[in-house]
């Protein structure tokens, strides 16, 4: 089966930098979108950044210029590359993968099946 494990998170002061990992196993890596969500206490979940299998990007708003998402197919691996952080992305970042390799990775977290446990990220002022 898909398993999907993310590290990387951690505490930070504001303006600073984070990089989140997620290993992927139990299928052809290369062929997926794969995606970060994030989860703040008492919000929902929030849709951060995606790429595609052929490495099309597509970020948040709230991110755009600061995150930086990226995959490795050789090692089965996707980041995210958080930069001049802020308070305010202070959640659980969740990575994910679609069911279907026809999917460039949207931004509804409905479009997903597999998610990954979870990393707390914590951006204190």
């Known amino acids: 089966q898909v398993q999907l494990v993310e590290s990387g998170g951690g505490l930070v002061q504001a303006g600073g930098s984070l990089r989140l990992s997620c290993v992927a196993s139990?299928?052809?890596?290369?062929?997926?979108?794969m995606g970060w969500f994030r989860q703040a206490p008492g919000k929902g979940r929030e849709f951060v950044a995606s790429?595609?299998?052929?490495?099309?990007?597509n970020y948040a708003d709230s991110v755009k210029g600061r995150f930086t998402i990226s995959r490795d197919n050789a090692k089965n691996t996707v980041y995210l590359q958080m930069n001049i952080l802020k308070p305010e992305d202070t959640a659980v970042y969740y990575c994910?993968?679609?069911?279907?390799?026809?999917?460039?990775?949207?931004?509804?977290?409905?479009?997903?099946?597999?998610w990954g446990q979870g990393t707390q990220v914590t951006v204190s002022s």
């Open positions: 994910t993968s679609p069911r279907s390799r026809y999917s460039s990775g949207t931004n509804s977290p409905s479009d997903y099946v597999y």
């Open positions: 139990g299928r052809t890596f290369s062929s997926y979108a």
């Open positions: 790429v595609s299998g052929s490495g099309t990007t």
